[in-house]
T-cell receptor
Framework: KNQVEQSPQSLIILEGKNCTLQCNYTVSPFSNLRWYKQDTGRGPVSLTI?????NTKSNGRYTATLDADTKQSSLHITASQLSDSASYICVVSDRGSTLGRLYFGRGTQLTVWP | EADIYQTPRYLVIGTGKKITLECSQT?????MYWYQQDPGMELHLIHY???????EKGDLSSESTVSRIRTEHFPLTLESARPSHTSQYLC?????????????FGPGTRLTVL
């Protein structure tokens, strides 16, 4: 069964600190993995997208890594800001269908305190 | 920011009412999707469309229906709303030509059925 598991479920950090969010997946055949940021009451917004051959990608203070062999990804946030408070969702796409089906994790709820 | 819009943003209605959630995109994308998301849970695909006059049911069974008469418009209808339909509904679109099938999400409609 294709699944995406994220940890931790929730995380509280102080402003200015770094943090790392984890994602493990069993989706096969793998196409790409993306991290989305979802603010409360809003739709998800894409942060990074990585294909099989890419093992790291950065977007400002966000750096995602991918180990396709172990089927693990992480999202590292540097020098956190209050606006980083949101749910971070790991999404894996398969290449087994023309639809390019997406499999969603439940997200990590990040809260940044001043 | 993606050009995909949803209305209404919030809707509170009584049981048995018929409702239509609107979704429009101005990017000319062929593929469109409807997802359902409960608090703290992953997104579940309930409907999708490859293009005009194409509609398919997603992974999660839903009593809602959709139509795709125009490329830019993908409304979702509930003929008789029930409290079990209370949820957040997210619309998304993708062009399907980039190979990465990147989906752009609307802001969502928060539906509450009393």
């Amino acid at each position: 069964k294709n699944q995406v598991e994220q940890s931790p479920q929730s995380l509280i950090i102080l402003e200015g600190k770094n943090c790392t969010l984890q994602c493990n997946y069993t989706v096969s055949p793998f196409s790409n993995l993306r991290w989305y940021k979802q603010d409360t009451g809003r739709g998800p917004v894409s942060l990074t997208i990585m294909t099989f051959s890419e093992n790291t990608k950065s977007n400002g203070r966000y750096t995602a890594t991918l180990d396709a062999d172990t089927k693990q990804s992480s999202l590292h946030i540097t020098a956190s800001q209050l606006s980083d408070s949101a749910s971070y969702i790991c999404v894996v796409s398969d290449r087994g269908s023309t639809l390019g089906r997406l499999y969603f994790g439940r997200g990590t709820q990040l809260t940044v305190w001043p | 920011e993606a050009d995909i819009y949803q209305t209404p943003r919030y809707l509170v209605i009584g049981t048995g009412k018929k409702i239509t959630l609107e979704c429009s995109q101005t990017m000319g994308h062929d593929k469109m999707y409807w997802y359902q998301q409960d608090p703290g849970m992953e997104l579940h695909l309930i409907h999708y469309s490859y293009g005009v006059n194409s509609t398919e049911k997603g992974d999660l069974s839903s009593e809602s229906t959709v139509s795709r008469i125009r490329t830019e418009h993908f409304p979702l209808t509930l003929e008789s709303a029930r409290p079990s339909h209370t949820s957040q509904y997210l619309c998304a679109s993708s062009d399907g030509t980039s190979g990465k099938n990147e989906q752009f999400f609307g802001p969502g409609t928060r539906l509450t059925v009393l």
